[in-house]
């Protein structure tokens, strides 16, 4: 039982949530929160779930951990997004710069590098810890959908962190196709260049979901 949420019964209110769209999931969601945020990376098809929770909270605080290592095309791609739906962006950064990286660890450690972990841990992880614990949400929007890796296919719409805010994944049942008509329907931008140094590969889990 999460003490932000005593009176919720998860595994009822993920049943209760079958079949639901994802406007009926955001609305029902926003009855739950105090103090909701919603988490990007602004990488392929974000434009999707920040609309779909602007337009029913506009002011929602936007979280975005900028690892400082994305695409030209992807800073391009946020600041048009902030721009275009408004949103009311808070960005937290690494407390250590890349160039600080670039000497102790010669760069990005791939996945293999036993460093890859510490990596990780300052570019993301610690950010988001911070951001949370200063943000103190107590419901927590994301774009994780079940056909993306093997670990969130054991998810669902409803889960709870650590700390026992709820995250709620609103788009968790959709596919790219499905995302490609909401984009369509609401003529929203998407971008594919995209880069993430703690995953590098698609089917990956950065910690962020399984750690958090």
């Known amino acids: 039982m999460s003490q932000l949420h005593p009176n919720l019964d998860i595994d009822q209110a993920n ?33 999707a779930i920040l609309h779909l929770v602007a337009k029913q ?32 962006v808070v960005t937290y950064i690494p407390k250590q710069t890349a160039a600080h990286r670039d000497a102790t660890m010669n760069g990005i450690p791939g996945i293999d590098n036993p460093q890859h972990g510490e990596f990780t841990e300052q570019v993301k992880l610690e950010p988001f810890r911070r951001a949370l614990d200063e943000l103190k949400p107590d419901v927590w929007f994301n774009a994780i959908r079940k056909d993306q890796t093997e670990f969130r296919q054991g998810l669902d719409v409803l889960s709870l962190s650590k700390d026992g805010v709820l995250k709620v994944a609103p788009l968790f049942e959709k596919t790219d196709a ?3 008509v909401y984009l369509d ?28």
């Open 15 to 47: 049943q209760d949530l079958q079949g639901k769209s994802p406007e009926q999931i955001v609305e029902w969601a926003l009855t739950q929160a105090k103090n909701p945020i919603i988490t990007t990376n602004f990488r392929p098809y974000e434009s």
């Open 57 to 88: 909270r506009p002011d929602i605080t936007v979280l975005w951990v900028d690892s400082g290592y994305n695409t030209d095309a992807t800073y391009q791609f946020a600041n048009k997004l902030i721009r275009d739906l408004d949103l009311n």
């Open 178 to 180: 499905d995302l490609d």
């Open 185 to 212: 329907e609401h003529n929203l931008p998407n971008e594919h260049d995209y880069f993430d140094p703690t995953k590098v590969e698609e089917s990956r889990e950065c910690g962020l979901h399984t750690q958090l």
